[in-house]
């Protein structure tokens, strides 16, 4: 069984950090890219991150650019999402989701990952 699980979510202040963590069991954070995605009040699903089997990030929103990190521990085997100078418009219930390599040369092509967590509920609001 392959899963991944997030967490992290909750409620935070505009402005403020959160960190969510995608914890994930059955293969190796290290063998897949891992990708970060959100899904809001539109209900459209925004790439947000990726980390690669090598552990190369790439930026999937550039309204996320400059605030947004993600990082794997492999130890651990978990990837993470440092969320940093968060606005109400980050509202979103987040995903995270992994494939093993690329599809066609892209990193976390959202329709074609592989596996998918339920996701955490990050809400920013004052």
């Known amino acids: 069984q392959l899963q991944l699980v997030e967490s992290g979510g909750g409620l935070v202040q505009p402005g403020g950090s959160l960190r969510l963590s995608c914890t994930v069991s059955g293969f190796g954070v290290e063998l897949y890219s891992i990708g970060w995605f959100r899904q809001g009040p539109s209900q459209e699903r925004e790439g947000v991150s990726c980390?690669?089997?090598?552990?190369?990030?790439?930026s999937l929103a550039d309204s996320v650019k400059g605030r947004f990190t993600t990082f794997r521990d492999n130890a651990k085997n978990t990837v993470y999402l440092q969320m940093s100078i968060l606005k109400p418009e980050d509202t979103a219930v987040y995903y995270c989701?992994?494939?093993?390599?690329?599809?066609?040369?892209?990193?976390?092509?959202?329709?074609?990952?592989?596996?998918w967590g339920e996701g955490t509920r990050v809400t920013v609001s004052s």
């Open positions: 980390i690669t089997s090598s552990g190369e990030t790439v």
């Open positions: 989701a992994a494939r093993r390599g690329s599809y066609g040369g892209t990193y976390c092509p959202g329709n074609f990952m592989s596996y």
